[in-house]
């Protein structure tokens, strides 16, 4: 563990202080609201807000025991600890933990469901956000390949082109030649004789 007071102890005395000072703040409230009671009788009612008050630190006191063993909090907190100092892994061991530290004393909505979605989408938006972060970094360094594939499928496009149209050209000049190929075929031998002198 990282130091000598186990993860129960410390949820233990932080959930304490906070329902003391809860008590406190519900018999400051009471006793300013509740004035006409206070003056009938003011040693019952301080005995009656006092027992309200120990009743809710006893019983949100055995709440938390029976929540902490419930779901063995110093066993997943030892394994978080030993995986943090020991095992080589990737940052998400990082963030879960440190979603862990900063969500431990977070009031529950009551459905389970609920709860469970909430604590793995902030997991989730600090992943994403380390995946766009990566995305970005081969952005930039495939950028310049990009463009450099993209000027040479330029090049090639031009080419095929320029290859086209001379294709094209010839295809024009052998239809001519035909054409008059053609037409010399009819001239007989003496013909082609006669035309040469």
């Known amino acids: 563990m990282s130091s000598s007071r186990s993860f129960e102890t410390k949820i233990t005395d932080a959930i304490s202080k906070i329902n ?3 008590g406190a703040y519900f018999g400051k409230t009471v ?3 509740c004035v006409k009671i206070k003056q009938v009788d003011e040693s019952w009612f301080v005995a009656a807000v006092e027992e309200v008050t120990q009743e809710f630190l006893s019983k949100s006191d055995e709440g938390l025991q029976t929540l902490l063993k419930q779901y063995s909090v110093n066993q997943k907190g030892a394994q978080l ?4 100092r020991h095992l080589k892994t990737f940052k998400a061991w990082y963030y879960v933990v440190r979603f862990i530290q900063n969500q431990c004393f977070r009031q ?4 389970p469901n609920k709860d469970i979605r909430a604590h793995l989408l902030a997991v989730d938006r600090e992943h994403v956000d380390v995946l766009a972060k990566r995305v970005l970094d081969l952005n ?3 950028r ?3 463009n450099e594939v993209s000027k040479q ?9 320029e290859l086209r149209l001379m294709l094209k050209q010839v295809d024009d000049l052998l239809a001519l030649v035909r054409e008059v190929d053609k037409s010399c075929s009819f001239l007989r031998p003496t013909d082609i004789e ?3 002198r």
Do not use: C, H, M, Q
Request: aromatic share 6%; glycine share 10%.
């Open 20 to 22: 003391k000072g809860l």
């Open 31 to 33: 006793g300013a609201t």
């Open 81 to 84: 600890d030993y995986a943090n």
């Open 108 to 111: 529950p909505s009551g459905d």
């Open 140 to 142: 930039r360094e495939l």
């Open 144 to 146: 310049p390949r990009v």
């Open 153 to 161: 499928e330029r090049l090639l496009r031009d080419e095929f082109t």
């Open 194 to 196: 006669i035309i040469s």
